[in-house]
């Protein structure tokens, strides 16, 4: 299923990062980051940071890195749907029922101006 993107930001802006990756991870206060072992690859000293102010993270190690949606995917094995469903259920925020859209909003041009934008902040 397909969300819109203003739910999908407002399902970001609302959820913590760091608690939710904290139920994976054990993270440690370093500087205005948290960073701890990734969960992703074997390693012995922490190269997995999260940065709670710009709601990423990034393995300094194995190269993983994204925000809580991908991490989320990557540490669950979830589809994004099922992660948004999920973190929407934590924040309190309503999805959609399928079909929330006309076919004109269905169109993959929304999500793909979206993910250019993210790219370009991160870039």
Same mark, same amino acid.
């Given at each position: 299923?397909?969300? +819109? +993107?203003?739910?999908? @930001?407002? $399902?970001?802006? =609302?959820?913590?990062? $760091?608690?939710?990756?904290?139920?994976?991870?054990?993270?440690?206060?370093?500087?205005?980051?948290?960073?701890?072992?990734? &969960?992703?690859?074997?390693?012995?000293?922490?190269? #997995?940071?999260?940065? !709670?102010?710009?709601?990423? #993270?990034?393995?300094? %190690?194995?190269?993983?890195?994204?925000?809580?949606?991908?991490?989320?995917?990557?540490?669950?094995?979830?589809?994004? !749907?099922?992660?948004?469903?999920?973190?929407? @259920?934590?924040? @309190?925020? +309503?999805? !959609?029922?399928?079909?929330?859209?006309?076919?004109?909003?269905?169109?993959?041009? &929304?999500?793909?101006?979206? =993910?250019?934008?993210?790219?370009? %902040?991160?870039?």
């Amino acid at each position: 299923m397909r969300y +819109p +993107p203003e739910i999908i @930001g407002r $399902v970001r802006e =609302a959820t913590d990062i $760091v608690a939710v990756i904290s139920e994976h991870v054990r993270l440690k206060k370093a500087g205005r980051a948290m960073k701890g072992i990734c &969960p992703f690859h074997q390693e012995k000293t922490p190269s #997995f940071h999260v940065n !709670p102010d710009r709601q990423i #993270f990034k393995c300094f %190690g194995c190269g993983a890195g994204g925000d809580v949606f991908r991490f989320l995917m990557d540490a669950e094995k979830m589809t994004f !749907p099922e992660a948004t469903q999920l973190l929407a @259920g934590k924040t @309190g925020i +309503p999805l !959609p029922r399928a079909g929330w859209a006309p076919a004109e909003e269905q169109s993959v041009f &929304p999500v793909l101006e979206w =993910a250019a934008g993210f790219y370009r %902040g991160e870039l």
